[in-house]
C-alpha cells in the first residue's frame, strides 16, 4: 500500500488534468485495495488447498493479469497514441 500511496502523491504533476475528486477516488481505492488483498489472500487459503487447486488459482490470476494489461494497452493506445480500437479499420454504415 504504502508505494501505491507514493505514486499516487506523484499524480498532480505528472497528471494535471485529473480534478481533485478524482485523484480522491484513487486516494480511497488504496485502503480499499489493501483490503481487497486481504481478502483475497483469505478466500485463497480458505479454498484452494491442494497444489492442483493452487495452480488452478494462479492460472486465474494471471488470466486477470492479461486482461488488466490489456486494458492498460488499450488506455495507453486510446490516450496517449490517439489509436482507439478500430482506428485503423473501416467501418461500412
Not at 42 to 69: C, G, M, N, P, Y
Request: glycine share 4%; no cysteine; aromatic share 12%.
Amino acid at each position: 500500500a504504502e508505494i501505491h500511496q507514493q505514486r499516487i502523491e506523484g499524480w498532480p504533476t505528472l497528471y494535471p488534468w485529473i480534478e481533485p475528486d478524482g485523484l480522491g477516488y484513487f486516494r480511497r481505492r488504496v485502503t480499499e485495495a489493501t483490503k481487497g488483498v486481504e481478502h483475497a489472500l483469505a478466500v485463497t487459503l480458505d479454498h484452494f488447498s491442494t497444489r492442483v487447486e493452487q495452480e488452478r488459482a494462479l492460472v486465474v490470476l494471471r488470466f486477470k493479469l492479461d486482461v488488466l494489461w490489456a486494458m492498460a494497452d488499450a488506455m495507453y493506445m486510446a490516450y496517449v497514441l490517439r489509436m482507439p480500437p478500430y482506428a485503423n479499420v473501416e467501418i461500412d454504415r
